[in-house]
């Protein structure tokens, strides 16, 4: 009576140790899908990062060059018509001046350092890979500045691949293989087997509520670190817009000034009835100056909110 006894005992452990291992089994499953899916949008959102801030950096590439031919052509023309027309009329370019309003000695050597600065640039690029080059450099700093404030702090977020070993089971393809043999035990009903599987079961199911639960702790910071990512990508889209919106003055700026410029390179220069012509040139290019002085992004790698008022206060000119 006590072998039955006992073999009923062992064949109730036996199957409450076979449910319980394939608990754990199941737990085991459900946490590495938990893990895998956690690890593709951690990817995809890493990746979505990566593609904003290349876009970002060849809309601030774009802006660079667009600052370096504004440079050359616009400011560097006007210092060259200040300087010509001042040798026609005998006159230092101080003389030639001081019957124009609009500009001021200081002011022109400004100009000139902002021409020459971008000549010394457009020079080193000839002499470097070629054009590609002028986006990197011609970016005034701008590209620089968001890649090494406002990106790499959310590019190094630690990310880990998820494995039954590193969800720390070690064992764990030891209790699943070795759970069909110990299955087969105790369909014979040996009395040893039974506890043997229970052992084995219990002992997998709580490793596998041990991988459910670090798989959801995994969930919880992949999700914490996407939250991140995307506070990245939303600032990325900030400044997209801000340089978008700075080009489209400087572009407007610029159409206007070389209009000017053209007009008055048509003919000699005649103080008197040209002085107005002068004046609109001037202040159109102490504009893009201004612009081209005030960085997208401040020291702290935010966005600069001079920037705004910089656009506030030439924008009436852009809609001339």
Known sequence: ?????????AAGAGALGIAKGAEGFNNIK???????????????????????????????GSYGNLQLRVRQRIVGRF?????????????????FLEGLEGISIPQLEEFKT???EAKEVLNLV???????????????????????????????????QVAVAELGLPGVAVWLGGGNALLGGAVLGGVAVGPALAVGGFKLAGEGEKALTQ????????????????????????VETRIREIGILVRKLETLA?????????????????????????????????IFKTPILDNQG???????????????????
């Open 79 to 95: 210092v060259e018509f200040i300087r010509r027309n001042g040798q026609k009329a005998s006159k230092t370019e101080q003389q």
């Open 302 to 320: 935010n966005l600069n909110p001079l920037v705004i008022n910089v656009q506030a206060k030439y924008k009436h000119l852009g809609d001339l």
């Open 215 to 238: 798989a959801r702790e995994y969930q919880a910071e992949v999700n914490t670190q996407i939250a991140e990512i995307r506070v990245a990508g939303d600032f990325l889209r900030r």
């Open 126 to 160: 000839g002499k470097s890979t070629g054009a590609g080059c002028a986006a990197g450099t011609g970016a005034v700093s701008l590209a620089s500045t968001v890649g090494t404030v406002a990106v790499p702090q959310f590019f190094g977020l630690f990310t880990k």
């Open 30 to 60: 459900k946490a590495e899908e938990i893990g895998k899916l956690a690890e593709k949008r951690y990817e995809d959102a890493i990746e979505d990062l990566k593609n904003q801030w290349q876009e970002t950096n060849r809309l601030a």
């Open 258 to 290: 070389s209009k000017q410029l053209d007009e008055l390179e048509s003919k000699d220069f005649l103080p008197g009835r040209d002085a107005a012509a002068f004046q609109q040139l001037a202040l159109l290019v102490k504009a893009l100056v201004e």
């Open 1 to 9: 009576m006590i072998p039955i006894i006992l073999g009923v005992v």
């Open 114 to 116: 902002v021409a020459f």
